[in-house]
């Protein structure tokens, strides 16, 4: 069974940092781009940032530009966003997902991706 499982979510203060952690199991994700998604309440869900199956090629939302990065272990099967700089806006829920692709730059549109983890919560209040 493929499966995309999130962790690392939390409540944290502005300015604080969080790193996500995306595991999968059933698959081996060196085939695979990997983006993460977030989705705010009332908010349509938005691409945040987006890591080629090679991890050479990444692409970042301008909103989180300077402050995310994506990380990929191919060996672990995981993908990590390490996130600085929270600011209240940050807040939602972040979901991982895969698209099997193999080279090129990652995309940023929900539709094209094959493979969704369950989400976790990101809260940044003070």
């Known amino acids: 069974q493929l499966q995309l499982v999130e962790s690392g979510g939390g409540l944290v203060q502005p300015g604080g940092s969080l790193r996500l952690s995306c595991a999968a199991s059933?698959?081996?994700?060196?085939?695979?781009?990997i983006a993460w998604f977030r989705q705010a309440p009332g908010k349509e869900r938005e691409g945040v940032s987006g890591?080629?199956?090679?991890?050479?090629?990444?692409k970042y939302a301008d909103s989180v530009k300077g402050r995310f990065t994506i990380s990929r272990d191919n060996a672990k099967n995981t993908v990590d966003l390490q996130m600085n700089s929270l600011q209240p806006e940050d807040t939602g829920i972040y979901y991982c997902?895969?698209?099997?692709?193999?080279?090129?730059?990652?995309?940023?549109?929900?539709?094209?991706?094959?493979?969704w983890g369950q989400g976790t919560q990101v809260t940044v209040s003070s």
């Open positions: 890591i080629s199956s090679s991890g050479r090629a990444r």
């Open positions: 059933g698959f081996t994700l060196d085939a695979y781009a």
């Open positions: 997902a895969a698209e099997e692709r193999k080279g090129g730059v990652p995309n940023l549109f929900p539709y094209l991706y094959d493979y």
